[in-house]
């Protein structure tokens, strides 16, 4: 059905799109948060997560399946398949060709994707027509965070209880945690993004760049980008009713609203500053996230030294 499927599309030669490629626990919603104030834009929220999470096994068309409940037509969804949609359509067949034709009517398109859910499937990246941006942190910072999202995750799908201490991110299968850690999935997919001419210049930003000076890098980050700034992207209201003008998945909606990781998210109104920490009230950091710190830092170094300022 995809093929007989024509979406009419408007001149749309000025249009602004941008995918924002990062790891878990790195500032990145809060950064689609902030860019969903910008007039005339629509924020995909991780798509590629969708597919790799809970899309269908193999390659299907992209009309619905047999059982989805949807009130979308086929041309509907080609379009915008809404906020909470079924996951069950996200295939990265599907998702590359939504990608690359939805959203005509839109002056600005921001998508927000975690790296190592591309890693494998850059044959499915937009042929064209998008920059690609990349949001980094200290693996030091993003580790100790990213363990207790997945243990909430495991916890949550199993009933249980575990605590952090009976997890081990070495022994974690490569479909719920990245080998390289997140950082390396991130630089062989901007490695890519630059040898293919998909982007020749990706923005690099750094997330704590961001926290700590968020009106210059946001301005920075924006005129790079071609995207209109104003101080007014860098305060925004609490809760998530916003959500509901988004591209995203119904599992994943869910955890934007109801996930314990998702709490500073619902709650924050502005860029915050993490607190520091003195030298003795720091936690001792766990072997296997020690493991993937020394891992991950060579990677994050290259990027930073290319992150804009």
């Not at 590359?96 to 499937?121: Q, V």
């Not at 993004?193 to 920075?220: F, H």
């Not at 609490?238 to 995203?248: C, H, N, Q, Y």
Request: glycine share 6%; aromatic share 12%.
């Amino acid at each position: 059905m995809a093929d007989q499927i024509k979406v009419k599309m408007i001149d749309n030669s000025d249009q602004i799109k941008v995918i924002l490629w990062t790891s878990p626990r790195s500032i990145s919603s809060a950064l689609l948060k902030c860019m969903d104030k910008v007039p005339d834009s629509k924020m995909l929220f991780e798509m590629y997560s969708t597919a790799r999470f809970f899309g269908p096994n193999k390659m299907i068309d992209i009309s619905p399946l047999p059982g989805v409940i949807t009130d979308k037509t086929p041309e509907e969804i080609l379009k915008d398949p809404g906020c909470g949609f079924d996951s069950s359509i996200c295939t990265y067949k599907w998702l590359k060709h939504h990608m690359e034709t939805g959203y005509p009517d839109k002056k600005i398109i921001f998508a927000k994707e975690m790296s190592y859910c591309a890693d494998g499937k850059f044959e499915y990246l937009p042929d064209s027509g998008y920059r690609h941006a990349f949001l980094i942190r200290n693996p030091a910072r993003v580790f100790p965070s990213w363990k207790k999202l997945i243990v909430e995750m495991v916890n949550r799908k199993g009933n249980t209880n575990m605590s952090l201490d009976e997890v081990d991110l070495d022994k974690m299968p490569s479909e719920i945690f990245p080998e390289g850690g997140g950082f390396k999935e991130t630089y062989d997919l901007y490695s890519y993004v630059k040898e293919k001419g998909l982007d020749p210049d990706p923005v690099i930003l750094d997330a704590d760049d961001l926290v700590n000076n968020p009106a210059t890098m946001l301005s920075g980050f924006c005129k790079t980008l071609g995207i209109p700034y104003s101080d007014e992207l860098l305060n925004w209201d609490a809760g998530v009713d916003f959500v509901k003008d988004w591209t995203v998945s119904e599992p994943l909606h869910n955890i934007i609203q109801f996930s314990q990781s998702f709490k500073n998210f619902r709650s924050g109104t502005c860029f915050l500053k993490p607190q520091v920490q003195s030298q003795e009230s720091k936690p001792e950091v766990s072997a296997d996230i020690q493991r993937l710190i020394d891992l991950s830092m060579p990677y994050f170094t290259k990027m930073y030294d290319k992150r804009i300022k």
